[in-house]
């Protein structure tokens, strides 16, 4: 039987915001055992480099030092030893992300890829960790889906992992934190709030909302049900908002506004709080959709180098859809309220002159180099795959009810978390279609043959350009769509710093009257027709100007005062309206869409 691999983490040094962690290998290679941080971390698809934050790296073994070697900028070679070899080091943790690690005085937390080395050769050893208390209080609490091996409930002390992989998925959240509990459908589900005190917090609400949104979900997946507890590790700060989805976990990040004060009337139901729903219920839906139904890229993935995939328009865009179609099928807003997110995600999409340049298949697979590191350039080139795959998960869930009225998108998701969830095998780029293709397999040919051409119809919505038929897919629902522009300004194409007064441009759309009359980002512009345009005018200004009309435009560019001809145009009909058509068969399409009930049957 392989020897575990020991961890030991102590939040050593919060005032310098210092973890100090060892990792002890109990038969090192005899060549000299080799370690290593990933490169990134499941869930956000970006080389993070967190090994950049490893400081006074050391080993021994036997009571005497041992050499090591740096070999690349995330791994590292100790000399051959005899017995036991430990490596000592610390980790800088002061990223307030959901993303890598963060300490201070009144509160840790980790990721396990950002501060436990793995023992290369070792990744199927099991792993012991021994979490230690703080030294400058005795308040702190430890709070993580790592199973519990000596550890007390909630406390400091020995927990274990299957191996490193199994290590790596559940963060760990220490401090004194809020600790509350609830259950959904009897698996008792945890909800620690960090920066926040009981008195700030209508509890009960919160609890209850949660636990309805999860049920939903639950349900919506039916069997094999999952069991295991559930953490909701919540930081809440001033300004900040993000998640990440662990596989009995998710981090969350968010402003203290955005949860239900005790004053919240019982139906009200505030943006922010929206938002916070919102969030919970993308990360949560992510238990089963990309965590157990995995693409087969990410499923063989260490965290060495990337893993590309063309699959995220289904994982992020599909979970990004039902994400916030869960809030209203649990009861937790109203048909005007989804209306509205929905309008919003339209918009984002139409906004986006990247649609007509970058696939959703290319959009997942370039996420690497683009999704988060967007730049003024973004919008004209590139397409997220989170708006636009919510907005395909759209088209095919009114696609799938076209074909049989006992389907739905709900159908689909409960074939794959049949097919290839739990232990199932990793879905490969084109699996999605052949999915869909064979869900009319048990039908007669003409249904057969409905199937495949859907399948065909995804395929080339995934890999094309053109826009969604969202117009007609929304009227099958009974609601109507209207696009209007932002108002009746004249239109120049760009977005505006407001970082002050001057009115410098932070973004230039592709194809405007900006872009055909020189402007690009960080140009200050001065003066229109002569008249002096800031920040606080800028409106006022611009409704002395027509659509058509051309004017000299003066702006200064790296500190040298320039001239252009500007002509304007009208403002492109970009911002979403959706209507509900009232009675009769559309109301009844709208509440079979919105108001659905999952039963976990097909």
Request: net charge negative; proline share 5%.
């Amino acid at each position: 039987m392989t020897s575990p691999v020991f961890y030991f983490l102590s939040p050593h040094y919060p005032e310098a915001h210092l973890f100090e962690v060892c990792c002890r290998v109990e038969t090192p290679d005899p060549a000299g055992q080799v370690f290593s941080l990933p490169l990134w971390i499941p869930g956000s698809y970006l080389i993070r480099e967190f090994a950049r934050h490893v400081v006074c790296l050391e080993a021994e073994a036997g009571g005497k030092a041992v050499a090591v070697e740096k070999i690349d900028k995330a791994t590292w070679r100790a000399a051959p030893c005899c017995g036991a070899l430990t490596v000592c080091y610390r980790i800088y943790a002061r990223e307030l992300s959901v993303r890598a690690a963060y300490l201070d005085m009144r509160r840790g937390f980790l990721n396990g890829t950002s501060v436990f080395l793995r023992p290369r050769g070792l990744e199927e050893a099991p792993c012991v960790v021994e979490l230690l208390p703080p030294a400058h209080t005795e308040n702190w609490r430890v709070a993580t889906a790592l199973q519990r091996d000596s550890a007390p409930a909630w406390g400091f002390g020995r927990y274990r992992a299957e191996n490193y992989a199994d290590l790596i998925e559940h963060p760990v959240d220490m401090g004194d934190f809020l600790h509350l509990e609830f259950s959904a459908r009897g698996v008792p589900h945890y909800l620690i709030l960090s920066g926040v005190d009981a008195p700030e917090l209508h509890a009960e609400r919160l609890c209850r909302d949660l636990a309805r949104l999860c049920e939903w979900q639950m349900d919506l997946f039916g069997e094999p049900a999952l069991t295991e507890p559930y953490y909701f590790l919540v930081h809440v700060t001033d300004s900040g908002y993000g998640g990440l989805e662990h596989r009995n976990a998710a981090a969350l990040l968010c402003e203290r506004w955005d949860l239900p004060a005790p004053g919240l009337a019982e139906k009200s139901s505030p943006e922010g709080y929206r938002g916070f729903l919102g969030l919970a219920s993308h990360e949560y839906f992510h238990r089963w959709n990309v965590r157990r139904i995995r693409p087969e890229a990410l499923r063989q993935a260490d965290g060495a180098v990337e893993a590309y995939t063309r699959l995220l328009w289904f994982f992020e865009g599909i979970t990004s859809y039902y994400g916030d179609l869960c809030l209203k099928r649990a009861g937790l807003i109203d048909e005007v309220d989804y209306l509205t997110l929905l309008a919003k995600i339209i918009a984002q999409v139409q906004k986006t002159p990247g649609r007509h340049v970058q696939s959703l298949a290319e959009s997942s697979f370039d996420a690497w180099i683009k999704c988060y590191r967007p730049d003024e350039n973004t919008p004209n080139t590139g397409v997220s795959y989170y708006a636009k795959g919510a907005l395909l998960a759209l088209c095919l869930d009114r696609g799938l009810r076209c074909l049989r009225a006992d389907w739905s998108l709900d159908t689909l998701m409960r074939a794959l978390w049949r097919n290839f969830g739990v232990s199932g095998p990793g879905l490969t780029e084109t699996e999605i279609f052949t999915q869909v293709a064979c869900l009319g397999n048990d039908g007669d040919a003409a249904l057969q043959r409905k199937t495949r051409q859907l399948a065909r119809w995804l395929e080339a919505a995934v890999t094309g350009i053109e826009d969604l038929p969202l117009e007609a897919t929304l009227a099958q629902f009974g609601v109507h769509l209207a696009l209007d522009a932002d108002d009746s300004l004249p239109w120049i194409g760009v977005q505006w710093c407001a970082e002050n007064e001057a009115a410098r441009i932070r973004q230039v759309r592709s194809g405007s009257p900006a872009e055909q009359a020189g402007l690009a980002t960080d140009d200050e512009i001065v003066a229109l027709a002569g008249l002096r345009l800031t920040q606080a005018n800028r409106k006022k200004l611009l409704a002395r100007f027509a659509a058509g009309q051309t004017v000299d435009c003066h702006y200064f560019r790296q500190g040298r005062l320039m001239t252009t001809r500007l002509t304007f145009a009208a403002a492109p009909a970009e911002n979403a309206r959706l209507t509900p058509k009232p009675g009769g068969r559309a109301a009844a399409l709208r509440a079979a869409w919105l108001g659905a009930a999952a039963s976990g049957q097909s």
